[in-house]
């Protein structure tokens, strides 16, 4: 946990650090006690709530934060993401892309329809983003965002007017959203070894090249059914090549600690694809239940002497972006909007992921033994 009075301090040096995004100096104060009143405990953040944390007698000032002042919302994503990289960085650390559902009532909300919700676990009445974690050994933070927008939206764009939908946006399916935010990842410099994905993300081929056109070491779950080039230069299916492993083939490894000890599973991995660049490998890897049988596949790229352990623990990571959306949504407010325009959807996100980096970045100092920064208010 952490004491927010007692790490106020901190705060203040993020706020600092996007403050040059707000042209005018009420927004930025405002922005500083829209990140406090995130992480203040109240039982609902919303416009009243975070107003009167802040002794406003409306929410008129949070909510024009939000939809109309002159602050530059990408650019404080690109500060959080170098915020979250100077506490967290290291070059072993993970990429993580998934997306999470926030439910909805009514249409108008940017995005909003009946889709998969991996949050309800079904179809329902939501918005859906598209999200990318950075993980190391010092903790884990969202760093990137983008809304999806399904087609019933952007072939609308009346619709998407009276959202406040730029025109120049359109359709972009996830995996491209994935492809634009791992684009930034790269262009940044991120000190990142490895990414992972599910196999929502990781079945995409051309995802994949992407990441091996870019010379980027990956683990990526893909279906069982998806087909690889075999190193006899045919084309197998990933189930096919893993049923006919013999059972030494498996080994009993962990992929990190969880919440009730050790995660461990039976683990296989056979080579694949038949050139491989210097220096370079590709791999089929299996991931067994120990209780259930239950396989999972995963497609992955890397350092020729990548080992099985190496390839299950960045398989294992990609909890952490889970940890991510459920910390963010119980602690920072990530889900507890009300908003339904575009603009204020980004704004409110990115401020959310701006508060949840805070915390994470007072937990990793306060278990380091550091005092608090001073506050400058």
């Not at 990142?192 to 683990?219: C, I, N, P």
């Not at 049988?293 to 952490?320: F, H, N, Q």
Request: hydrophobic letters at 40%; aromatic letters at 10%.
């Amino acid at each position: 946990m952490v004491d927010v009075d007692r790490w106020s301090g901190e705060l203040d040096r993020l706020h600092a650090r996007i403050g040059g995004r707000f042209t005018r100096s009420e927004p930025r104060r405002r922005a500083r006690q829209y990140l406090a009143g995130l992480v203040a405990g109240l039982s609902r953040t919303n416009g009243w709530t975070l107003a009167e944390q802040a002794g406003d007698v409306s929410p008129d000032g949070m909510q024009r934060l939000l939809r109309w002042a002159d602050w530059d919302i990408d650019a404080v994503r690109d500060d959080l993401r170098d915020y979250v990289i100077e506490h967290l960085g290291a070059p072993d650390g993970v990429l993580i892309i998934d997306d999470t559902g926030f439910l909805k009532k009514g249409v108008k909300s940017a995005g909003v329809a009946r889709q998969y919700s991996g949050t309800a676990g079904r179809i329902e009445n939501c918005q859906v983003g598209v999200f990318m974690a950075y993980r190391s050994a010092k903790g884990h933070a969202l760093i990137d965002r983008q809304l999806y927008l399904p087609t019933a939206w952007t072939d609308d764009r009346d619709r998407c007017r009276a959202a406040g939908v730029p025109d120049e946006v359109g359709f972009a399916t996830k995996v491209e959203m994935a492809r634009s935010m791992l684009a930034r990842a790269f262009t940044a410099g991120l000190p990142a070894g490895w990414v992972t994905m599910d196999e929502a993300y990781g079945q995409s081929k051309s995802l994949r090249v992407f990441m091996e056109e870019h010379d980027q070491a990956h683990v990526v779950a893909t279906r069982r059914n998806d087909d690889v080039i075999t190193t006899g230069m045919g084309s197998a299916r990933v189930d096919k090549l893993i049923a006919a492993l013999p059972g030494r083939a498996w080994s009993r490894v962990s992929c990190g600690p969880g919440a009730h000890g050790p995660r461990e599973y039976w683990w296989a991995r056979i080579p694949i694809r038949v050139f491989w660049r210097p220096g370079r490998g590709h791999w089929l890897l299996a991931r067994r239940n120990i209780s259930t049988g239950e396989l999972a596949y995963y497609v992955c790229y890397g350092p020729s002497k990548t080992r099985l352990m190496d390839l299950a623990r960045i398989a294992g990571t990609r909890w952490a972006v889970e940890e991510c959306f459920q910390q963010a949504k119980n602690e920072a407010g990530l889900d507890e909007y009300q908003v339904r325009d575009w603009r204020a959807w980004y704004a409110h996100i990115t401020l959310s992921m701006a508060a949840h980096a805070w915390l994470v970045v007072a937990r990793t100092l306060s278990s380091k033994g550091e005092p608090p920064p001073a506050t400058t208010r």
